[in-house]
């Protein structure tokens, strides 16, 4: 026994309930068909429920680990270059180097592993747009068992096209994840399918809880974890892992600035509904998070921060210029959390960071190094207002080049200028070193021209 409290089912009693749940409601007429009529009748997820939620134990985890072994990439948890520059041992779990880009896999495997025959052969739904979808999908042809994912109309066509290649079902239903899900569940219950929770499930929280598992053999060590939290499975299942293994060590969760909804779950000692906006780390953008997750987590996180946009856009650029690591908004976070330096108290410390994603659209991916840029101060925008006789805008180009620092765009603009009309605006984005070149800049420019604006993201 591991100490925790069940105020729910067992998981034990979980796997009861799976075998009695295939036979609920089932239609037998249009087995194939992935259509349903869209209603806002309620439909309860019995292994998700508010009333009774399930406490995941070191035993589920473990037996977890068992069971999947050899099914799992164990992802490399080595110390970081950038350990210096933050003044700690940082080390980096990449599990973005799971097949499939992320840990769903670990959760996804656990749990059709531990269907019931009749459920596997009937299969299993989910809602996703991505990570998990991926995870369910390919497990499902390794393991054939059918798999249907429900994903949202804006889901990116790579990640639809990449489900469809791993065998599953791909129903593209819902203008946000609520609609996604409700169509799922509704699916579920028409074709008498099990519904898999992508971050509540309790199979699902015992499998991401390997990820702690592994942190531990490898870094043992370890005196803190950073884990983003979206619905709350991953630092749910990998804080039983991680506390029970070492109960000194420190649990802290990352959450973006547009999706708190953890942080609000943790106030209000329950779910409740949070507004997610458009974010760089879409895996962690969750409204309502998970009632087993939270139950099983709140006693074991130590502290939950939240991260800028501009800190994830810097985390991935870091990433890919010192790491030589491809990491989502949503994988990147934890690293957010220390260069936005929310964690002080980790200085000289062993600290474990999750890299748990790479699902990186290839657009998204050139915009958000831009923004890195921008939030580092070396790519920076400024307007000069220089004379418009011969010479004038080639004398500003000569300062700009004497400086080492590189024109990306220029564009000058007459008619608008209030000022005299041999006078024109000229407008640069220009590459720099880092901050202090681009403040050298600034100085440089404010010390010859009269009419400087300057936009530094700092
Ligand atoms: C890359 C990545 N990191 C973190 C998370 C958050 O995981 P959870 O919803 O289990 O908290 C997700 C969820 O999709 C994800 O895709």
Redesign the pocket.
Known sequence: MNGYNHTGPTIDEIEHMNSNHNHDSHEKEGENDNTVEYTDEIVLDPFCDPDHPVIVNFNDVSAAAYKMKGGIEKTPCNLSQMSKQFGMKLYFKKDFLQYTG?F?ERGARYTLLQLTEDQATRGVVAASA???ALALSYHGQLLQIPVTVVMPIVAPMMKVEACKQYGASVVIFGNDFGETKQYAMLLAKKKGLLYVN??DHPHILAG?GTMGLEIIEQVPQVDACII????????AGSAVALKNLKPSIKIIGVESERSTGFQAAMAAGKPVYTHVGQTLAD??A?PVVGVNALATAKPLIDRIVTVKESSIALAILRLIEQEKAVV?G??AAGLAAIIQGLVPELKGKHVVVAL??GNIDTTALGRVIERGLAAEGRLIRFGVTVSDRPGGIAELTKKIADLGVSIKDILHERAWLQTDVFSVMVKCVVETRDLEHARQLEKEMRSHYENVEFWLDQ
């Not at 983003?228 to 630092?235: C, F, K, N, R």
Request: glycine share 38%.
């Open positions: 992320s769903k991505g990570n998990h992508g971050y991401q983003p939290v979206g619905g709350g499975g991953l630092i895996g962690l969750v989502e949503a994988g748990c994603g």
